[in-house]
């Protein structure tokens, strides 16, 4: 099994030095990156950086403006980069016409996707386990968007919202093509996957059907060192698990 780290986990690291961040990450037994913002970076640099630290990539993070007009510019600079699912990771819901505007903008973009070779994705936080005029949701966009349109399911944010993420991931099958590992203790915060209460084995073979599992340290209050500390233990934790 292959683990990526989405690299808003280094969030600080990355701000002072992207480069150094990505070959550490590679140094410290991570398979390959998620991004969150590229920093200036063009995409032949990237590129080359990748290859150099024998990383892969194969999604990123990119926010809602990026969805709009030059959204063919987004998909023609992840397409040289290999990237190969571009995932909303965010969008705040207040009414049932949200959720339409979503599954629309999804919907959309997957079709225009299609001819680069890429997937969209939406990624969850909390209160899209909601529910708008009793439906809820998450279960909404993963009913009503097309198959080239995925759910990254973030399993810190399903058990904070009180969600069994294994009985989700089994509810929806392969459309989750895609899952956040992110550990959470019983006073639901985010901690070291040793320290917590998820059953990351589980977890992992209940989706191992899924293209990539990636790993996120959501404290960026933690000094470096700290964090570093963590996302290290984390991938050591799961390469232990010899799945």
């Avoid at 080359?48 to 990123?60: A, D, F, I, R, V």
């Amino acid at each position: 099994m292959q683990y990526s780290l989405q690299l808003y986990s280094v969030v600080h690291a990355m701000e002072k030095d992207f480069k150094e961040t990505v070959r550490h990450t590679a140094q410290i037994g991570y398979d390959g990156v998620e991004f969150a913002g590229f920093y200036d970076m063009n995409a032949a640099d990237i590129t080359q950086l990748l290859t150099e630290n024998k990383l892969y990539c194969h999604s990123s993070h990119c926010s809602v403006d990026q969805f709009g007009d030059a959204f063919d510019k987004t998909l023609a600079f992840h397409r040289e980069i290999g990237c190969k699912y571009i995932i909303l990771p965010y969008y705040s819901f207040s009414s049932s016409k949200d959720i339409d505007k979503v599954v629309q903008l999804l919907n959309d973009a997957a079709e225009q996707a299609a001819p680069y070779g890429i997937k969209i994705g939406y990624h969850n936080h909390q209160h899209e386990f909601e529910s708008i005029d009793g439906k809820r949701i998450l279960d909404e966009i993963a009913a009503r968007t097309c198959e080239n349109v995925v759910i990254q399911l973030d399993v810190f944010w399903a058990a904070y919202a009180g969600i069994d993420p294994i009985a989700w991931i089994k509810k929806w099958g392969k459309k989750v093509e895609m899952i956040h590992l992110k550990q959470i203790d019983s006073n639901k915060e985010n901690v070291d996957f040793p320290d917590g209460i998820l059953d990351m084995k589980a977890i992992i073979n209940a989706a191992a059907y899924a293209k990539e599992f990636t790993v996120e340290h959501e404290r960026p209050e933690d000094e470096d060192a700290v964090i570093w500390k963590s996302v290290q233990r984390n991938i050591e934790y799961l390469k232990e698990l010899n799945l």
